[in-house]
Protein backbone atom coordinates (compact mmCIF):
# COMPACT_ATOMS: atom_id res chain seq x y z
CA UNK A 1 0.00 0.00 0.00
CA UNK A 2 1.36 3.53 -1.09
CA UNK A 3 1.89 6.46 1.22
CA UNK A 4 -0.14 9.87 1.32
CA UNK A 5 2.36 12.86 1.67
CA UNK A 6 1.96 12.82 5.66
CA UNK A 7 2.90 9.60 5.69
CA UNK A 8 5.89 9.55 3.39
CA UNK A 9 7.38 13.09 5.40
CA UNK A 10 6.80 11.19 8.61
CA UNK A 11 8.57 8.20 7.91
CA UNK A 12 11.37 9.78 6.29
CA UNK A 13 11.50 11.90 9.39
CA UNK A 14 11.16 9.38 11.90
CA UNK A 15 12.79 6.62 10.55
CA UNK A 16 10.02 4.18 10.70
CA UNK A 17 7.29 2.91 8.54
CA UNK A 18 4.62 5.94 9.51
CA UNK A 19 1.21 5.29 8.72
CA UNK A 20 -1.97 7.08 9.20
CA UNK A 21 -2.55 6.46 13.34
CA UNK A 22 0.72 5.67 14.27
CA UNK A 23 2.79 7.35 17.18
CA UNK A 24 6.21 8.46 15.91
CA UNK A 25 8.73 10.92 17.44
CA UNK A 26 10.17 12.88 14.30
CA UNK A 27 13.24 15.03 13.54
CA UNK A 28 11.70 18.57 13.40
CA UNK A 29 13.92 20.70 10.62
CA UNK A 30 12.80 24.36 11.99
CA UNK A 31 11.00 25.30 14.90
CA UNK A 32 9.69 28.37 15.80
CA UNK A 33 7.53 31.27 17.64
CA UNK A 34 6.92 34.97 17.43
CA UNK A 35 6.22 37.88 19.49
CA UNK A 36 2.79 36.86 21.63
CA UNK A 37 3.61 32.75 22.34
CA UNK A 38 7.55 33.02 21.99
CA UNK A 39 7.68 34.90 25.74
CA UNK A 40 5.93 31.29 27.36
CA UNK A 41 8.17 29.45 25.04
CA UNK A 42 11.31 30.98 26.16
CA UNK A 43 10.08 30.32 29.80
CA UNK A 44 8.42 26.78 28.98
CA UNK A 45 12.18 25.95 27.89
CA UNK A 46 13.76 27.71 31.16
CA UNK A 47 11.36 25.61 33.35
CA UNK A 48 12.62 22.36 31.67
CA UNK A 49 16.19 22.45 32.32
CA UNK A 50 17.16 22.81 28.64
CA UNK A 51 21.11 24.92 28.79
CA UNK A 52 21.14 24.77 25.37
CA UNK A 53 19.00 24.59 21.55
CA UNK A 54 19.00 21.70 19.77
CA UNK A 55 20.50 23.26 16.73
CA UNK A 56 20.62 26.91 17.08
CA UNK A 57 19.92 27.50 12.94
CA UNK A 58 16.97 25.50 12.95
CA UNK A 59 15.33 27.67 15.62
CA UNK A 60 13.29 31.16 14.62
CA UNK A 61 11.83 33.95 16.33
CA UNK A 62 9.71 36.55 14.86
CA UNK A 63 8.46 40.25 16.17
CA UNK A 64 5.85 40.53 13.98
CA UNK A 65 2.19 40.33 15.86
CA UNK A 66 2.82 43.48 17.46
CA UNK A 67 5.43 45.71 14.90
CA UNK A 68 5.74 48.02 15.93
CA UNK A 69 4.70 47.23 19.25
CA UNK A 70 2.03 49.11 20.79
CA UNK A 71 2.42 49.45 24.06
CA UNK A 72 5.16 48.48 26.89
CA UNK A 73 4.00 45.48 27.72
CA UNK A 74 4.28 43.78 24.23
CA UNK A 75 7.89 45.86 23.85
CA UNK A 76 8.90 43.83 27.28
CA UNK A 77 7.85 40.63 25.24
CA UNK A 78 10.05 41.53 22.29
CA UNK A 79 13.02 42.43 24.72
CA UNK A 80 12.73 38.46 26.42
CA UNK A 81 13.02 37.29 22.59
CA UNK A 82 16.15 39.63 21.90
CA UNK A 83 18.03 38.57 24.66
CA UNK A 84 17.23 34.67 24.47
CA UNK A 85 18.52 34.93 20.74
CA UNK A 86 21.36 36.79 21.98
CA UNK A 87 21.87 34.16 24.50
CA UNK A 88 21.30 31.05 22.30
CA UNK A 89 22.44 32.18 18.78
CA UNK A 90 18.88 31.34 17.49
CA UNK A 91 17.95 33.33 14.53
CA UNK A 92 15.52 36.35 14.98
CA UNK A 93 13.67 38.72 12.79
CA UNK A 94 13.04 42.74 13.54
CA UNK A 95 10.13 43.95 12.93
CA UNK A 96 9.12 45.12 9.19
CA UNK A 97 10.97 42.13 7.92
CA UNK A 98 7.27 40.72 7.96
CA UNK A 99 4.85 37.74 8.83
CA UNK A 100 6.52 34.68 10.44
CA UNK A 101 5.06 32.40 7.85
CA UNK A 102 5.76 34.73 5.07
CA UNK A 103 9.49 34.62 6.03
CA UNK A 104 8.96 30.70 6.98
CA UNK A 105 7.91 30.77 3.55
CA UNK A 106 10.36 32.88 1.84
CA UNK A 107 13.44 31.94 3.17
CA UNK A 108 13.30 28.71 5.81
CA UNK A 109 10.79 25.89 4.92
CA UNK A 110 12.20 22.97 2.38
CA UNK A 111 9.59 20.59 0.72
CA UNK A 112 9.65 17.07 3.36
CA UNK A 113 10.66 18.81 6.00
CA UNK A 114 9.14 18.41 9.42
CA UNK A 115 8.27 22.02 10.41
CA UNK A 116 6.23 23.31 13.79
CA UNK A 117 5.64 26.63 14.90
CA UNK A 118 3.75 27.75 17.82
CA UNK A 119 0.88 29.73 15.79
CA UNK A 120 -1.32 27.79 14.45
CA UNK A 121 -1.26 28.97 10.57
CA UNK A 122 1.94 27.42 10.69
CA UNK A 123 0.44 24.93 8.07
CA UNK A 124 1.42 27.40 5.36
CA UNK A 125 4.66 26.16 4.76
CA UNK A 126 2.17 22.93 3.32
CA UNK A 127 2.04 24.72 0.42
CA UNK A 128 6.01 24.26 -0.26
CA UNK A 129 5.73 20.39 0.36
CA UNK A 130 6.70 20.69 3.91
CA UNK A 131 4.44 18.84 7.16
CA UNK A 132 4.10 21.98 8.77
CA UNK A 133 1.90 21.99 11.96
CA UNK A 134 1.27 24.75 14.91
CA UNK A 135 1.74 23.31 18.28
CA UNK A 136 1.36 25.61 21.63
CA UNK A 137 4.45 27.26 24.15
CA UNK A 138 5.10 24.03 25.60
CA UNK A 139 5.97 21.66 22.55
CA UNK A 140 7.40 24.51 20.85
CA UNK A 141 9.91 24.96 23.64
CA UNK A 142 10.55 20.73 24.07
CA UNK A 143 11.27 20.37 20.25
CA UNK A 144 13.68 24.11 20.57
CA UNK A 145 15.48 21.49 23.33
CA UNK A 146 15.35 18.30 21.73
CA UNK A 147 14.79 19.01 18.28
CA UNK A 148 12.10 16.78 17.80
CA UNK A 149 8.12 15.82 18.43
CA UNK A 150 5.83 13.71 19.04
CA UNK A 151 2.99 12.92 16.33
CA UNK A 152 0.36 11.03 15.53
CA UNK A 153 0.19 10.27 11.58
CA UNK A 154 -3.14 11.83 10.30
CA UNK A 155 -5.28 10.15 8.18
CA UNK A 156 -5.67 12.70 5.29
CA UNK A 157 -8.39 13.74 3.06
CA UNK A 158 -7.61 14.30 -0.86
CA UNK A 159 -9.14 17.28 -2.01
CA UNK A 160 -8.99 17.00 -6.11
CA UNK A 161 -9.40 20.69 -7.53
CA UNK A 162 -10.26 20.33 -11.38
CA UNK A 163 -10.80 22.69 -14.06
CA UNK A 164 -10.11 26.60 -14.52
CA UNK A 165 -11.21 29.37 -12.11
CA UNK A 166 -13.60 31.61 -13.02
CA UNK A 167 -12.71 35.50 -14.02
CA UNK A 168 -12.54 37.33 -9.97
CA UNK A 169 -12.35 33.68 -8.56
CA UNK A 170 -9.22 32.19 -6.88
CA UNK A 171 -7.59 29.87 -4.19
CA UNK A 172 -9.37 32.22 -0.96
CA UNK A 173 -12.50 31.12 -2.63
CA UNK A 174 -12.08 27.67 -3.14
CA UNK A 175 -10.62 27.41 0.49
CA UNK A 176 -13.31 29.16 1.84
CA UNK A 177 -15.76 26.88 -0.14
CA UNK A 178 -14.23 23.60 0.87
CA UNK A 179 -13.83 25.07 4.64
CA UNK A 180 -17.86 26.01 4.04
CA UNK A 181 -18.56 22.59 3.08
CA UNK A 182 -16.84 20.75 5.60
CA UNK A 183 -17.24 22.51 8.48
CA UNK A 184 -15.08 24.12 10.93
CA UNK A 185 -14.20 20.98 12.21
CA UNK A 186 -14.13 18.79 8.96
CA UNK A 187 -10.30 18.14 9.14
CA UNK A 188 -9.66 18.15 12.73
CA UNK A 189 -6.90 15.65 13.26
CA UNK A 190 -6.68 15.11 9.84
CA UNK A 191 -4.45 16.44 6.92
CA UNK A 192 -5.88 17.92 3.77
CA UNK A 193 -3.83 16.97 0.31
CA UNK A 194 -4.34 18.97 -2.42
CA UNK A 195 -3.98 17.97 -6.11
CA UNK A 196 -5.49 17.74 -9.25
CA UNK A 197 -5.02 20.06 -12.34
CA UNK A 198 -6.37 23.34 -11.01
CA UNK A 199 -3.82 22.57 -8.01
CA UNK A 200 -0.92 21.29 -10.32
CA UNK A 201 -1.25 24.68 -12.37
CA UNK A 202 -1.09 27.00 -9.09
CA UNK A 203 1.32 29.70 -8.37
CA UNK A 204 3.67 29.30 -4.99
CA UNK A 205 1.00 32.09 -3.60
CA UNK A 206 -2.67 30.14 -4.00
CA UNK A 207 -0.80 26.86 -3.44
CA UNK A 208 0.01 29.16 0.46
CA UNK A 209 -3.24 30.98 0.50
CA UNK A 210 -4.72 27.08 0.63
CA UNK A 211 -2.64 25.79 3.04
CA UNK A 212 -3.02 28.56 5.21
CA UNK A 213 -6.40 27.98 6.06
CA UNK A 214 -6.22 24.08 6.54
CA UNK A 215 -6.14 24.64 10.26
CA UNK A 216 -9.86 26.67 9.66
CA UNK A 217 -11.28 23.11 9.06
CA UNK A 218 -9.23 21.60 11.97
CA UNK A 219 -6.69 19.90 10.01
CA UNK A 220 -3.46 19.52 11.04
CA UNK A 221 -1.15 19.84 8.10
CA UNK A 222 -2.28 21.35 4.43
CA UNK A 223 -0.13 19.60 2.04
CA UNK A 224 0.80 20.29 -1.46
CA UNK A 225 3.67 18.22 -3.39
CA UNK A 226 6.86 19.71 -4.64
CA UNK A 227 6.84 20.32 -8.20
CA UNK A 228 8.24 22.04 -11.14
CA UNK A 229 6.55 25.06 -9.91
CA UNK A 230 7.98 24.68 -6.60
CA UNK A 231 11.41 23.95 -7.63
CA UNK A 232 11.14 27.57 -9.48
CA UNK A 233 9.82 29.18 -6.80
CA UNK A 234 13.07 27.83 -4.73
CA UNK A 235 15.06 28.94 -7.68
CA UNK A 236 13.35 32.78 -7.54
CA UNK A 237 14.39 32.99 -3.46
CA UNK A 238 18.17 31.81 -4.20
CA UNK A 239 16.99 28.45 -2.69
CA UNK A 240 17.93 25.76 -5.40
CA UNK A 241 20.01 23.30 -3.28
CA UNK A 242 16.60 23.13 -1.25
CA UNK A 243 14.17 21.54 -3.69
CA UNK A 244 13.60 17.86 -3.38
CA UNK A 245 10.09 16.47 -5.12
CA UNK A 246 8.14 15.13 -2.48
CA UNK A 247 4.70 13.13 -4.02
CA UNK A 248 1.86 10.87 -2.55
CA UNK A 249 1.62 7.71 -4.05
CA UNK A 250 -0.78 6.97 -6.24
CA UNK A 251 -2.23 3.53 -4.28
CA UNK A 252 -2.09 5.76 -1.35
CA UNK A 253 -5.10 5.33 1.05
CA UNK A 254 -7.56 8.52 1.76
CA UNK A 255 -10.32 8.51 4.28
CA UNK A 256 -12.32 10.61 2.24
CA UNK A 257 -11.75 12.16 -1.36
CA UNK A 258 -13.49 15.83 -2.17
CA UNK A 259 -13.56 16.68 -5.62
CA UNK A 260 -14.15 20.17 -6.85
CA UNK A 261 -14.71 21.45 -9.65
CA UNK A 262 -13.03 25.34 -9.86
CA UNK A 263 -15.18 26.61 -13.13
CA UNK A 264 -17.97 26.19 -10.59
CA UNK A 265 -16.93 28.76 -7.99
CA UNK A 266 -18.13 31.86 -7.42
CA UNK A 267 -16.63 34.63 -5.12
CA UNK A 268 -17.00 33.26 -1.61
CA UNK A 269 -17.73 35.13 1.99
CA UNK A 270 -17.20 33.98 5.41
CA UNK A 271 -20.06 35.75 7.47
CA UNK A 272 -19.50 36.69 11.27
CA UNK A 273 -18.46 34.84 13.75
CA UNK A 274 -17.25 30.99 12.21
CA UNK A 275 -15.10 30.82 8.94
CA UNK A 276 -17.57 28.00 8.09
CA UNK A 277 -20.64 30.28 8.15
CA UNK A 278 -20.00 30.57 3.69
CA UNK A 279 -22.00 32.94 1.49
CA UNK A 280 -21.72 34.13 -1.89
CA UNK A 281 -20.35 37.89 -2.29
CA UNK A 282 -23.30 38.69 -4.32
CA UNK A 283 -25.47 37.10 -1.76
CA UNK A 284 -24.07 39.92 0.86
CA UNK A 285 -24.57 42.87 -1.73
CA UNK A 286 -25.90 45.59 0.36
CA UNK A 287 -24.09 44.44 3.69
CA UNK A 288 -22.14 48.06 4.63
CA UNK A 289 -18.33 47.74 5.47
CA UNK A 290 -16.50 49.99 7.51
CA UNK A 291 -13.21 48.88 7.04
CA UNK A 292 -11.22 46.91 4.73
CA UNK A 293 -8.43 44.87 5.14
CA UNK A 294 -5.71 43.35 2.44
CA UNK A 295 -2.89 41.57 3.57
CA UNK A 296 -1.88 39.12 6.74
CA UNK A 297 -0.19 35.22 5.72
CA UNK A 298 -3.63 34.45 3.77
CA UNK A 299 -3.23 37.02 1.16
CA UNK A 300 -0.80 39.68 1.72
CA UNK A 301 2.11 38.48 -1.10
CA UNK A 302 2.39 40.59 -4.18
CA UNK A 303 -0.44 38.90 -6.26
CA UNK A 304 -2.74 39.88 -3.96
CA UNK A 305 -2.01 43.44 -3.69
CA UNK A 306 -1.69 42.97 -8.06
CA UNK A 307 -5.12 41.68 -8.00
CA UNK A 308 -6.02 45.03 -5.78
CA UNK A 309 -4.24 47.51 -7.39
CA UNK A 310 -5.64 46.05 -11.09
CA UNK A 311 -9.27 46.84 -9.55
CA UNK A 312 -8.63 49.40 -7.80
CA UNK A 313 -6.86 51.74 -10.71
CA UNK A 314 -7.96 55.11 -10.93
CA UNK A 315 -10.76 54.41 -8.79
CA UNK A 316 -11.72 55.73 -4.98
CA UNK A 317 -12.10 53.99 -1.40
CA UNK A 318 -15.73 54.75 -1.00
CA UNK A 319 -15.83 57.87 1.14
CA UNK A 320 -17.58 55.32 4.27
CA UNK A 321 -14.92 52.93 4.29
CA UNK A 322 -11.57 52.96 5.33
CA UNK A 323 -8.71 50.46 3.28
CA UNK A 324 -5.88 49.01 5.06
CA UNK A 325 -3.01 47.27 3.37
CA UNK A 326 -0.30 44.96 5.13
CA UNK A 327 2.30 43.44 2.87
CA UNK A 328 2.97 40.09 4.07
CA UNK A 329 6.93 40.77 4.00
CA UNK A 330 9.30 43.18 3.10
CA UNK A 331 10.04 41.31 -0.18
CA UNK A 332 6.73 41.52 -1.00
CA UNK A 333 6.16 45.57 -0.13
CA UNK A 334 9.37 46.05 -1.96
CA UNK A 335 8.16 44.22 -4.80
CA UNK A 336 4.95 45.66 -4.42
CA UNK A 337 6.30 49.53 -4.80
CA UNK A 338 8.91 48.35 -7.71
CA UNK A 339 5.77 47.03 -9.68
CA UNK A 340 3.70 50.24 -8.79
CA UNK A 341 0.95 48.67 -6.73
CA UNK A 342 1.78 50.32 -3.46
CA UNK A 343 1.12 53.91 -5.20
CA UNK A 344 -2.13 52.76 -6.99
CA UNK A 345 -3.20 51.32 -3.81
CA UNK A 346 -2.48 54.47 -2.14
CA UNK A 347 -3.78 56.70 -4.95
CA UNK A 348 -7.38 55.04 -4.18
CA UNK A 349 -7.00 55.64 -0.84
CA UNK A 350 -5.32 52.78 0.82
CA UNK A 351 -3.19 53.27 4.46
CA UNK A 352 -0.31 51.60 4.06
CA UNK A 353 0.36 49.79 6.92
CA UNK A 354 4.43 47.71 7.66
CA UNK A 355 4.63 44.17 6.87
CA UNK A 356 3.58 42.30 9.79
CA UNK A 357 0.41 40.42 10.93
CA UNK A 358 -1.12 44.50 10.98
CA UNK A 359 -4.74 44.30 12.62
CA UNK A 360 -5.74 41.00 12.05
CA UNK A 361 -5.63 39.82 15.41
CA UNK A 362 -7.20 43.04 17.28
CA UNK A 363 -3.92 44.33 19.05
CA UNK A 364 -3.58 47.59 16.88
CA UNK A 365 -3.32 48.83 13.28
CA UNK A 366 -6.89 49.16 12.58
CA UNK A 367 -9.63 48.18 15.52
CA UNK A 368 -12.88 47.88 15.03
CA UNK A 369 -15.67 50.27 16.35
CA UNK A 370 -18.80 49.34 17.82
CA UNK A 371 -21.31 47.35 15.20
CA UNK A 372 -18.68 47.81 12.45
CA UNK A 373 -18.27 45.38 10.01
CA UNK A 374 -14.96 44.57 8.15
CA UNK A 375 -14.44 42.43 5.61
CA UNK A 376 -10.87 41.55 5.47
CA UNK A 377 -8.12 38.84 3.49
CA UNK A 378 -7.49 36.97 6.71
CA UNK A 379 -8.40 33.83 8.15
CA UNK A 380 -10.33 34.22 10.89
CA UNK A 381 -13.49 35.91 12.13
CA UNK A 382 -13.89 35.25 15.25
CA UNK A 383 -16.34 37.06 17.92
CA UNK A 384 -13.65 39.55 19.02
CA UNK A 385 -11.06 38.62 16.96
CA UNK A 386 -9.86 42.41 15.51
CA UNK A 387 -10.45 43.99 18.94
CA UNK A 388 -13.44 44.73 19.69
CA UNK A 389 -16.56 41.42 20.43
CA UNK A 390 -19.31 44.07 19.39
CA UNK A 391 -17.77 44.40 15.93
CA UNK A 392 -18.63 41.98 12.65
CA UNK A 393 -16.02 40.54 10.63
CA UNK A 394 -16.35 38.99 6.84
CA UNK A 395 -13.42 37.45 5.15
CA UNK A 396 -12.99 37.13 1.29
CA UNK A 397 -10.51 37.40 -1.51
CA UNK A 398 -8.36 40.01 -2.17
CA UNK A 399 -10.56 40.99 -5.09
CA UNK A 400 -13.79 41.02 -3.36
CA UNK A 401 -12.14 43.18 -0.84
CA UNK A 402 -11.09 45.57 -3.41
CA UNK A 403 -14.38 45.51 -4.91
CA UNK A 404 -16.29 46.52 -1.90
CA UNK A 405 -13.52 49.28 -0.71
CA UNK A 406 -15.05 50.69 -4.01
CA UNK A 407 -18.67 50.67 -3.31
CA UNK A 408 -18.35 50.72 0.81
CA UNK A 409 -20.66 46.81 0.81
CA UNK A 410 -19.86 43.77 0.39
CA UNK A 411 -19.35 43.29 -3.85
CA UNK A 412 -18.77 40.74 -6.31
CA UNK A 413 -15.61 41.58 -8.13
CA UNK A 414 -17.12 40.60 -11.37
CA UNK A 415 -19.49 43.77 -10.85
CA UNK A 416 -16.68 46.26 -11.17
CA UNK A 417 -14.11 44.61 -12.87
CA UNK B 1 -13.12 12.44 42.57
CA UNK B 2 -13.69 16.38 41.44
CA UNK B 3 -16.86 17.78 42.27
CA UNK B 4 -17.71 21.26 41.19
CA UNK B 5 -20.35 23.21 39.22
CA UNK B 6 -21.49 23.09 35.54
CA UNK B 7 -20.22 26.59 33.43
CA UNK B 8 -22.03 25.56 30.13
CA UNK B 9 -21.06 27.13 26.66
CA UNK B 10 -21.52 26.61 22.88
CA UNK B 11 -20.30 25.11 19.94
CA UNK B 12 -17.25 26.67 18.28
CA UNK B 13 -15.51 28.44 21.04
CA UNK B 14 -12.36 29.67 20.26
CA UNK B 15 -9.36 30.70 21.63
CA UNK B 16 -10.15 34.47 21.00
CA UNK B 17 -13.43 34.08 22.85
CA UNK B 18 -10.68 32.49 25.69
CA UNK B 19 -8.07 35.10 25.91
CA UNK B 20 -8.59 37.34 22.91
CA UNK B 21 -6.16 39.03 20.60
CA UNK B 22 -6.20 42.77 22.28
CA UNK B 23 -5.17 41.23 25.83
CA UNK B 24 -2.05 40.25 24.18
CA UNK B 25 0.01 42.38 26.44
CA UNK B 26 -0.39 40.57 29.23
CA UNK B 27 0.35 36.84 28.41
CA UNK B 28 3.42 37.51 30.45
CA UNK B 29 1.54 38.43 33.27
CA UNK B 30 -0.73 35.65 33.85
CA UNK B 31 -2.55 36.54 37.26
CA UNK B 32 -4.00 39.65 35.20
CA UNK B 33 -4.91 37.75 31.80
CA UNK B 34 -7.15 35.18 34.10
CA UNK B 35 -9.21 37.65 35.39
CA UNK B 36 -10.64 37.95 31.56
CA UNK B 37 -11.11 34.56 30.78
CA UNK B 38 -13.53 33.85 28.41
CA UNK B 39 -15.16 37.63 28.45
CA UNK B 40 -15.46 38.05 25.23
CA UNK B 41 -18.13 34.93 25.34
CA UNK B 42 -19.19 35.62 29.24
CA UNK B 43 -18.32 38.61 31.05
CA UNK B 44 -19.09 37.32 33.99
CA UNK B 45 -17.19 34.10 33.85
CA UNK B 46 -14.18 35.30 35.77
CA UNK B 47 -15.78 36.43 38.66
CA UNK B 48 -18.30 33.67 38.56
CA UNK B 49 -16.40 30.55 38.63
CA UNK B 50 -14.65 29.12 41.59
CA UNK B 51 -11.84 26.53 42.19
CA UNK B 52 -13.09 23.09 41.53
CA UNK B 53 -15.53 24.45 38.32
CA UNK B 54 -15.95 22.51 35.29
CA UNK B 55 -16.18 24.58 32.03
CA UNK B 56 -19.16 22.52 29.51
CA UNK B 57 -19.11 22.80 26.05
CA UNK B 58 -20.16 21.77 22.47
CA UNK B 59 -18.34 21.15 19.87
CA UNK B 60 -14.88 21.95 18.06
CA UNK B 61 -14.24 23.37 21.71
CA UNK B 62 -10.34 25.61 21.84
CA UNK B 63 -10.32 26.19 17.88
CA UNK B 64 -8.43 28.28 16.42
CA UNK B 65 -5.05 29.97 17.77
CA UNK B 66 -1.90 27.79 19.06
CA UNK B 67 -1.57 30.14 22.28
CA UNK B 68 -0.97 28.17 25.21
CA UNK B 69 -1.92 30.77 27.56
CA UNK B 70 -5.90 29.83 27.10
CA UNK B 71 -5.49 26.68 28.75
CA UNK B 72 -3.34 27.84 30.89
CA UNK B 73 -5.59 30.96 32.31
CA UNK B 74 -8.76 28.44 32.31
CA UNK B 75 -6.79 26.12 35.02
CA UNK B 76 -5.36 29.40 37.63
CA UNK B 77 -8.91 30.77 37.40
CA UNK B 78 -9.93 27.50 39.10
CA UNK B 79 -11.60 25.43 36.48
CA UNK B 80 -10.42 21.88 37.34
CA UNK B 81 -11.73 20.23 33.68
CA UNK B 82 -13.40 20.68 30.58
CA UNK B 83 -15.93 18.38 29.43
CA UNK B 84 -16.20 18.84 25.65
CA UNK B 85 -18.63 16.98 22.66
CA UNK B 86 -15.42 17.34 20.92
CA UNK B 87 -12.14 19.61 20.73
CA UNK B 88 -9.89 21.10 18.59
CA UNK B 89 -6.43 19.64 18.22
CA UNK B 90 -3.80 22.33 19.39
CA UNK B 91 -5.84 22.85 22.39
CA UNK B 92 -6.06 18.96 23.73
CA UNK B 93 -2.46 18.82 22.90
CA UNK B 94 -1.98 22.12 25.08
CA UNK B 95 -3.98 21.77 27.80
CA UNK B 96 -2.52 18.10 28.59
CA UNK B 97 1.09 19.79 28.76
CA UNK B 98 -0.32 21.95 31.36
CA UNK B 99 -2.39 19.44 33.47
CA UNK B 100 -5.95 20.70 32.49
CA UNK B 101 -7.53 17.74 31.35
CA UNK B 102 -10.44 17.73 28.18
CA UNK B 103 -12.68 15.10 28.85
CA UNK B 104 -15.23 14.50 25.58
CA UNK B 105 -18.51 12.67 26.41
CA UNK B 106 -22.15 14.01 25.06
CA UNK B 107 -22.63 17.21 27.04
CA UNK B 108 -25.93 17.72 25.75
CA UNK B 109 -28.03 16.11 29.14
CA UNK B 110 -25.49 18.53 31.42
CA UNK B 111 -27.44 22.32 32.23
CA UNK B 112 -25.30 25.36 32.94
CA UNK B 113 -25.35 25.17 36.94
CA UNK B 114 -25.67 22.01 37.47
CA UNK B 115 -23.42 20.12 40.10
CA UNK B 116 -20.95 17.66 38.84
CA UNK B 117 -18.77 14.92 39.95
CA UNK B 118 -16.13 13.50 37.84
CA UNK B 119 -14.20 10.35 38.06
CA UNK B 120 -11.05 10.44 35.93
CA UNK B 121 -9.92 7.03 37.21
CA UNK B 122 -13.33 5.44 35.99
CA UNK B 123 -13.98 7.77 32.98
CA UNK B 124 -17.17 8.97 34.45
CA UNK B 125 -19.23 11.95 34.89
CA UNK B 126 -22.24 12.17 37.28
CA UNK B 127 -24.57 15.02 37.25
CA UNK B 128 -25.83 15.28 40.69
CA UNK B 129 -28.51 17.95 39.86
CA UNK B 130 -30.36 15.58 37.23
CA UNK B 131 -29.20 12.22 38.22
CA UNK B 132 -27.64 11.55 34.96
CA UNK B 133 -24.61 9.65 34.51
CA UNK B 134 -21.78 9.77 31.56
CA UNK B 135 -18.80 8.09 30.22
CA UNK B 136 -15.91 10.35 28.14
CA UNK B 137 -13.58 8.83 25.91
CA UNK B 138 -10.26 7.38 27.18
CA UNK B 139 -7.72 9.68 26.73
CA UNK B 140 -5.15 8.62 24.40
CA UNK B 141 -2.22 6.89 25.92
CA UNK B 142 0.88 9.02 24.87
CA UNK B 143 -1.22 12.24 26.49
CA UNK B 144 -2.27 10.24 29.59
CA UNK B 145 1.21 9.46 30.17
CA UNK B 146 1.99 13.08 29.68
CA UNK B 147 -0.82 14.11 32.04
CA UNK B 148 -0.09 11.51 34.50
CA UNK B 149 3.61 13.25 35.13
CA UNK B 150 1.27 16.66 35.66
CA UNK B 151 2.45 18.19 31.95
CA UNK B 152 4.99 18.35 29.53
CA UNK B 153 7.41 20.22 31.59
CA UNK B 154 7.37 18.00 34.66
CA UNK B 155 7.09 14.63 31.99
CA UNK B 156 10.67 16.54 30.78
CA UNK B 157 12.20 16.94 33.88
CA UNK B 158 11.72 13.38 34.56
CA UNK B 159 12.73 11.48 31.75
CA UNK B 160 15.04 14.13 29.59
CA UNK B 161 13.01 12.48 26.42
CA UNK B 162 10.09 11.35 25.09
CA UNK B 163 9.52 7.74 26.12
CA UNK B 164 6.09 6.90 24.17
Not at chain 1, 65 to 78: F, I, V, Y
Not at chain 1, 369 to 385: H, I, M, P, Q
Not at chain 2, 18 to 35: D, F, M, Q, V, W
Amino acid sequence: MGKTLAEKILSQKSGSDARAGDIVIAKVDLVFAQDTTGPLTVRQFQASGFKRLANPQQIALFRDHAAPSPNSGLSNDHIILHQFARQTGCLIYAIGEGICHQIVAESLAKPGDVIIGADSHTVTAGGLGAFATGMGSTDTAIAFGLGKTWLQVPQSIKIVVSGNFPEGVGAKDLILHLIGQIGADGATYKALEFGGNTVDNMSMSPRFTIANMAVEAGAKVGLFAADKTTQQYLDSQGRSNHYQPVASDADAAYAQTISIDAANLEPTVSQPHTVDNIALARELKGTKVQQVVIGTCTNGRLDDLAIAADILKGKKTHHETRLIVVPASRQVMLEAITDGYIQTLIEAGAVILPPGCGPCLGLHQGVLGDVESCLSTANRNFKGRMGNPNAFIYLGSPATAAASTITGEITDPREVM
Amino acid sequence: MLTGRAFKFGDNISTDHITPGRLAHLRSNLPELAKHVMEDTDPTFASRVKAGDFIVAGNNFGLGSSREHAPLVIKMAGVRAILAKSVARIFFRNAINVGLPVLICDTTLIDDGDELEVDLAAGTVKDKTNGKQLTFSKIPEVMLRIFNEGGLIPYIQKYGDFKL
